[in-house]
């Protein structure tokens, strides 16, 4: 098993899986570990969906379909201003051009693009999928915050075990259709999906890693 520490370099996000399902009891210990995040006043607002097997496939079949058809996102809530400041569009355009490029999808290759679009809408082929939320009526920034230290912990908590993830916001852009496959969720608001599972062996696109800011562009030391 990795340190904290070498789960948190090691960590990346997979974009191909190996069909290997993950054990029940391996899931459901990291679940119980990622419960233990810090929440404001101990509120807890996450709430965590598991979908895999026959469910997810239907899942997939309806989100592909809605893709397919031009069926425009409607995610539960913005997740980048529009625009985006100048440094972090040039990084956002750096990782998305060395992706293409590491795919070998040209500039204009609509129809590769679209398809590697459309890997999203089946979750990569991962064998499960996370799909984090909380209460739609209650939420505020500080809830999307609580939230987040779950979904990093189930992400270090992968890496550590020897799986791996993916974080999405795509995977959250068809809510009704969510919400019609995941019982009881009439009232979640959306927040990113997960895909988990052992990473593919050999796989090319996994090998992608976008660059990290040197340490020095973002972090200082006061005093």
């Known amino acids: 098993m990795t340190t904290t520490l070498e789960a948190m370099h090691a960590r ?24 233990c995040a810090p929440s404001s006043k101990n509120t807890q607002p996450w709430r965590l969906a ?32 529009n ?4 440094p972090w569009a040039a990084r956002a355009r750096a990782c998305g051009i060395g992706l293409f490029q590491h795919k070998g999808i040209g500039r204009d290759d609509a129809d590769k693009r679209r398809a590697h679009d459309r890997e999203n809408f089946h979750f990569f082929g991962a064998p499960h999928v996370f799909f984090l ?10 809830t999307f915050f609580d939230c987040g230290f779950v979904l990093d912990n189930l992400m270090l908590g992968l890496v550590s075990l020897g799986y791996g993830s993916c974080p999405q916001y795509s995977a959250v852009a068809y809510p009704d ?6 019982p009881g969720s009439e009232d979640t608001l959306f927040i990113a999906g997960l895909p988990f599972g052992r990473p593919k062996t050999g796989s090319q696109v996994n090998q992608f890693q976008p660059a990290r800011l040197p340490v020095d562009e973002w972090f200082k030391i006061v005093g």
């Open 50 to 81: 598991l979908v895999q097997g026959a469910a997810l496939a239907a899942l997939a079949a309806d989100c592909l379909a809605a893709f397919d058809a031009g069926q425009a996102p409607a995610p539960g809530y913005r997740y980048s201003p």
């Open 133 to 142: 939320g909380t209460q739609a009526s209650a939420y505020s920034y500080g």
């Open 12 to 35: 990346s996000s997979v974009r191909e899986f190996e069909s290997e399902t993950v054990p029940p009891e391996i899931i459901h210990q990291l679940v119980e570990a990622a419960g």
């Open 83 to 86: 625009p985006l400041p100048d």
């Open 177 to 182: 259709l969510l919400r019609r496959h995941i």
